[in-house]
């Protein structure tokens, strides 16, 4: 059975950081292009950041541009969404999400494993 789960999430000033984690079982995700999306409360769920299978292709949403970090780890089937300067704009539930092919998406329908999501509070 695929699973993705999330966790690091919680409650952070303006300003602060968090490191959000996807921790992918169930088969070998190596090959899978992954990404986060977010989901802020009464707005549909949005892109945020994609890694490729290869890990040499990065993409992020203009709004975190700068201030987030995707990464992976292969042998330990994770990827990591470092979220650094964080503001209330950033509160939402962070999910992530692999895709049996190597290329990423930004498009939440390409993705065919979903995690249940965590929750980021950014107060201000």
């Known amino acids: 059975q695929v699973q993705l789960v999330e966790s690091g999430g919680g409650l952070v000033q303006a300003g602060g950081s968090l490191r959000l984690s996807c921790t992918a079982s169930?088969?070998?995700?190596?090959?899978?292009?992954m990404g986060w999306f977010r989901q802020a409360p009464g707005k549909e769920r949005e892109f945020v950041a994609q890694i490729s299978g290869s890990g040499g292709t990065l993409r992020y949403a203009d709004s975190v541009k700068g201030r987030f970090t995707v990464s992976r780890d292969k042998p330990k089937n994770m990827m990591y969404l470092q979220m650094d300067s964080l503001n209330p704009g950033d509160t939402a539930v962070y999910y992530c999400?692999?895709?049996?092919?190597?290329?990423?998406?930004?498009?939440?329908?390409?993705?065919?494993?979903w995690g249940q999501g965590t929750r980021v509070t950014v107060s201000s």
């Open positions: 999400a692999a895709r049996d092919n190597g290329v990423a998406s930004t498009y939440a329908t390409s993705y065919n494993y």
């Open positions: 169930g088969r070998t995700f190596s090959n899978y292009a």
